[in-house]
């Protein structure tokens, strides 16, 4: 399948701080990989380097088969924080999305009927046609995140990062989220990369799992403190497009309880051998210095 994204022998470091160490990773057209892990394992960071905002220690961020730029209209991003211009209604936010991603001028010319067929197709697409008018404090929080992926959306980014877009919701409208978010990415065939500190979360979303983990040892030993993230599980999902019941089932609730136990205990430290990596994209894992040494 198409590589849309590609992280080769990734290392960042802050001062004498390894916040992830030796990351690779493939991301193929049409997925939707959900990352999460524990505080402090660097998933903020990763996001942030495929995002273009900040740069690789050491290694390289590909994305589309070109080092990974400042950011632009390859990756649109959703944020926690809803991106929406308050004084804006919300037809005009997503329309302003459109045309600041043509120039940044485009916002001084009025905008062509096209471009605004365009705004009204989007705002029909997160079902919110109906609230075009209304500015953003008139919405609820989940219809304010419904119009921040619009925004994101009508740029057409070939990878659609979101980092906890649903984190300030209440349990009712984060699930409803979470249910258009898989229609959403079924309807017009996305690539999404999801960050997420909800586990149940991620694994009923994901076409693929990702743990970003800081705790596992390799042949450094275990009392070697300069680790950074790394990732220790990396799964295809079956879970996509079930109902939401599917969250109750046994299966789900043991790869819950799993994955708890090898990303997130510290008591619990893995070999870097024994990581689970049966996705077709992950990389084999070797030894930490085979794996230098084989680059």
Request: with cysteine.
């Amino acid at each position: 399948m198409e590589k849309l994204i590609e992280i080769k022998d990734v290392d960042k470091v802050y001062g004498d701080k390894v916040v992830l160490d030796n990351i690779d990773l493939n991301v193929s057209k049409g997925e939707l990989c959900t990352l999460v892990g524990p505080s402090g394992c660097g998933k903020s960071t990763l996001l942030r380097l495929i995002l273009g905002m900040e740069r690789a220690t050491r290694g390289e961020v590909i994305i589309e088969g070109k080092n990974a730029p400042r950011p632009n209209k390859q990756r649109g991003i959703v944020f926690q924080k809803y991106s929406l211009f308050p004084n804006l209604s919300v037809f005009d936010n997503v329309l302003l999305a459109k045309r600041m991603c043509q120039s940044p001028w485009a916002s001084l010319r009025s905008a062509s009927s096209d471009e605004k067929d365009e705004a009204m197709e989007y705002l029909k697409r997160v079902r919110l046609e109906h609230a075009r008018d209304k500015k953003p404090h008139e919405l609820s929080g989940g219809m304010q995140q419904r119009a921040a992926i619009a925004q994101a959306l009508i740029t057409k980014p070939p990878v659609l990062l979101m980092d906890e877009p649903f984190g300030a919701l209440d349990p009712n409208t984060r699930e409803e989220l979470q249910v258009f978010l898989t229609e959403l990415w079924e309807e017009n065939n996305l690539t999404i990369f999801f960050v997420t500190h909800d586990l149940e979360e991620a694994v009923f979303l994901g076409t693929r799992l990702l743990v970003l983990s800081q705790y596992y040892t390799d042949d450094r030993g275990d009392g070697f403190d300069g680790r950074g993230g790394k990732i220790v599980f990396d799964k295809e999902l079956k879970f996509k497009g079930a109902s939401t019941e599917i969250k109750d089932t046994d299966e789900f609730k043991k790869l819950i309880k799993s994955i708890k136990e090898i990303g997130f205990e510290p008591r619990i430290l893995q070999h870097v051998k024994d990581f689970n990596l049966t996705h077709p994209d992950s990389y084999q894992t070797l030894t930490e210095i085979e794996h230098r040494n084989s680059k």
